[in-house]
Antibody, heavy 120, light 106 residues
Framework: EMQLLESGGGLVQPGGSLRLSCAAS????????MTWVRQAPGKGLEWVANIKEDGTEKNYVHSVKGRFVVSRDNGKNSLYLQMDSLRAEDTAVYYC?????????????WGQGILVTVSS | DIQMTQSPSSLSASVGDRVTITCRASQSIATYLNWYQQKPGKAPKLLIYTASNLQSGVPSRFSGSGSGTDFTLTISSLQPEDFAIYYCQQSYSFWTFGQGTKVEIK
């Protein structure tokens, strides 16, 4: 069974850093782009970042460029999101998701999400 | 950036009702439009991809249509487990989501 399991969330002060992890199982991890999506409390969904199968290409939403870095370790079937210079507006549940292998992909499997709270 | 606008933002319906949710893109996205269902405290679940294709395991009472800028999600006969928030998502240029439509019990 396919599974994505996020970890590493918690409370951090503004300006601080946090690293999220997503452990994948049940599928061929290195055959898929992977993505991060976030959802602020009571709000809608926002795509954050994604990374190519081999890690050589990455994309980010404008609001996190220069502060967040997405990475992966295919040997460990794991996806990461390093979040620096955190702001209150980064407070959200962060989901990792698998992108389909088709052109103009969509997200067919999601993790359960992990809460990141940025507050003093 | 492509903006996605859903309507209505919320609706009240009864079990057995036919429900339609619309989604409009700020520019043409061909059929690169997907629909997700989210229940409280849970991750979104893919329902429909590329406008009209039913994801495996999703009940056939869900259907999608549209192309260009205007799309619809239809639930032919609302079931108790369908009360949730529904999001459209464009995948034409990166990804953006609509603001969501909350389907509540009447």
């Amino acid at each position: 069974e396919m599974q994505l399991l996020e970890s590493g969330g918690g409370l951090v002060q503004p300006g601080g850093s946090l690293r999220l992890s997503c452990a994948a199982s049940g599928f061929t991890f290195n055959s898929h782009w992977m993505t991060w999506v976030r959802q602020a409390p009571g709000k809608g969904l926002e795509w954050v970042a994604n990374i190519k199968e081999d890690g050589t290409e990455k994309n980010y939403v404008h609001s996190v460029k220069g502060r967040f870095v997405v990475s992966r370790d295919n040997g460990k079937n794991s996806l990461y999101l390093q979040m620096d210079s955190l702001r209150a507006e980064d407070t959200a549940v962060y989901y990792c998701a698998r992108e389909t292998t088709v052109f103009k992909s969509y997200f067919d499997h999601w993790g359960q999400g992990i809460l990141v709270t940025v507050s003093s | 950036d492509i903006q996605m606008t859903q309507s209505p933002s919320s609706l009240s319906a009864s079990v057995g009702d036919r429900v339609t949710i619309t989604c409009r893109a700020s520019q043409s996205i061909a059929t690169y439009l997907n629909w997700y269902q989210q229940k409280p405290g849970k991750a979104p679940k893919l329902l429909i991809y590329t406008a009209s294709n039913l994801q495996s395991g999703v009940p056939s009472r869900f259907s999608g249509s549209g192309s260009g800028t205007d799309f619809t999600l239809t639930i032919s006969s609302l079931q108790p487990e369908d009360f949730a928030i529904y999001y459209c998502q464009q995948s034409y240029s990166f990804w953006t989501f609509g603001q969501g439509t909350k389907v509540e019990i009447k």
